[in-house]
């Protein structure tokens, strides 16, 4: 099979044991194909640690859990230096980040320097102890999650690390449907008589040559200008209406530029297209900016949020 037929069968395998969250599954494997950061909100119970477990199972990684609290300290995620009796050395014990696929969870309860150590495996693939830097597998993906219930004792991301994050993806309760098939899925898995993961696992490699694949998809100079112009929208607002103007107080950096562009052909390409068009530039839009617009204090008196402005763009930019 070539590499989309077996991510293809990736997907379809994770939206059978995923149920009621095609956007979390599609952003999952964006991102893996993108080579990005995904930032998951969403109420407990949602399967977002079962996403990224179930793709690590599917796939020739490792995956590592860490619990995000108050009381964690930067070493407790990159490792430190133990001392070996033995042979009166330090040796350096690699922490959880040293793995393919990290779980970040409630990353918002850490405080400031474990969230900057976080910071830098994410932007770097690196992490520096004691003055020595070790670099991560190049098969490295944070899927940080957010409660957006409990907001007591946490510790709001800043802008810059926001801006790390490839999309920011909010899911939501499933349907009555959706909820009957997660009962039955359960209930099946209890049981031991579940439909089972693919035997055969998605080797580095082949995401690897995917990823080539999708960077040299097709994308015109007219969805080129498409995607710059809807990030300069974000940051010369006033050009597309006074009200625009006073409800974005700083809008997307390059990076959002970037990461517009590659999941944009990461989508195209899970669709089974050869080519990039409008139509996927905006259906992955509202993940990858709604983290880097900073919605003005009127705007949220009035109502409007980060979704809601981004609506506003698509419908004011032109589509070429």
């Not at 309860?109 to 994410?122: F, Y």
């Not at 710059?228 to 050009?239: D, E, K, S």
């Not at 409008?278 to 992955?284: E, H, I, L, N, T």
Request: glycine share 4%.
């Amino acid at each position: 099979m070539t590499n989309r037929e077996y991510i293809t069968a990736l997907q379809t395998s994770l939206q059978e044991h995923i149920i009621g969250q095609p956007d979390l599954v599609n952003a999952l494997l964006i991102a893996l194909l993108a080579d990005g950061h995904l930032l998951v909100e969403g109420a407990p119970g949602l399967a977002k640690t079962k996403a990224i477990k179930t793709l690590a199972d599917c796939i020739e990684g490792d995956y590592q859990r860490i619990q995000f609290t108050p009381d964690l300290l930067p070493a407790d995620i990159t490792g430190s230096e133990i001392y070996r009796a033995q042979t009166g050395e330090f040796t350096f014990q690699k922490g959880p980040l040293f793995n393919n696929l990290v779980l970040a969870d409630e990353i918002n309860r850490a405080p400031a320097k474990v969230q900057s150590a976080l910071l830098e495996a994410m932007a770097e693939r690196q992490v520096s102890v004691a003055g020595t830097t070790y670099d991560l597998d190049k098969l490295f993906l944070v899927m940080a999650t957010q409660n957006p219930i409990e907001q007591e004792g946490t510790y709001p991301l800043p802008e810059a690390q926001l801006d790390r994050f490839l999309m920011h993806v909010r899911i939501n309760y499933p349907n009555a449907e959706s909820e009957t098939q997660i009962l039955r899925l359960a209930r099946g898995e209890a049981q031991n008589n579940a439909t089972p993961l693919p035997s055969e696992k998605l080797s580095a490699d082949s995401i690897f040559s995917a990823r080539q694949e999708v960077l040299a998809m097709h994308l015109s100079e007219r969805v080129e200008e498409y995607i710059v112009q809807l990030i300069m929208a974000t940051r010369q607002p006033q050009a597309y209406g006074s009200d625009m103007a006073s409800w974005i107080e700083f809008g997307a950096s390059p990076r959002g530029t970037i990461a517009l562009d590659r999941c944009a052909r990461a989508h195209a390409w899970l669709a089974g297209k050869d080519f990039v068009s409008p139509d996927d530039v905006q259906a992955v839009l509202h993940p990858v900016l709604r983290h880097r617009l900073l919605v003005s204090f009127d705007a949220e008196a009035m109502g409007m949020n980060a979704d809601k402005v981004i609506n506003e763009l698509i419908m004011r930019v032109a589509v070429p």
